[in-house]
């Protein structure tokens, strides 16, 4: 199964790239068909958080927006440096509306409305600075 064409995969990474434009957060996506190994969607997302070093960012301002197609589960992982500025129900809300595309089975339009929301909050709280370096890639990591 092709979670993601080249033309979706495009858009995805064109957002990133918008996004992080902006910013000096990063941002990652983690696509993948099921979450297996009997774990939950926000602790498989977790386990990437950490594995792609999203933690390891200077600023600790890193998000990942993690996908399990086939399971029809998602999660949203925000970094200290971010979730210590955003309101409580920040990622719930944007999961509300990542929902809404991901029920019409458009999971790149619910991918780009996730990171569309990650990164105004990241400008808002991290503008992009001079010096500022991209410190992880803005690629899709696809997983099992």
């Given at each position: 199964m092709t979670i993601l064409n080249e033309e979706e995969q495009e858009r995805v990474v064109d957002a990133v790239s918008v996004a992080e434009n902006m910013t000096s957060g990063e941002i990652r996506v983690v696509v993948e068909n099921v979450v297996g190994d009997?774990?939950?969607?926000?602790?498989?997302?977790?386990k990437y958080f950490e594995s792609l070093k999203m933690h390891k960012t200077r600023l600790r301002n890193g998000v990942l927006l993690y996908l399990a197609v086939q399971d029809h589960q998602f999660a949203i992982i925000g970094d200290t440096g971010i979730n210590s500025r955003v309101e409580a129900d920040f990622w719930e809300k944007t999961k509300e509306k990542m929902l809404l595309h991901f029920r019409n089975g458009d999971f790149a339009s619910?991918?780009?409305?996730?990171?569309h929301d990650a990164g105004e909050q990241l400008h808002n709280y991290f503008p992009r600075r001079e010096d500022d370096v991209n410190e992880?890639?803005?690629?899709i990591h696809f997983g099992n």
């Open positions: 009997g774990k939950t969607a926000i602790e498989k997302a977790t619910g991918l780009v409305a996730g990171i992880l890639p803005n690629d």
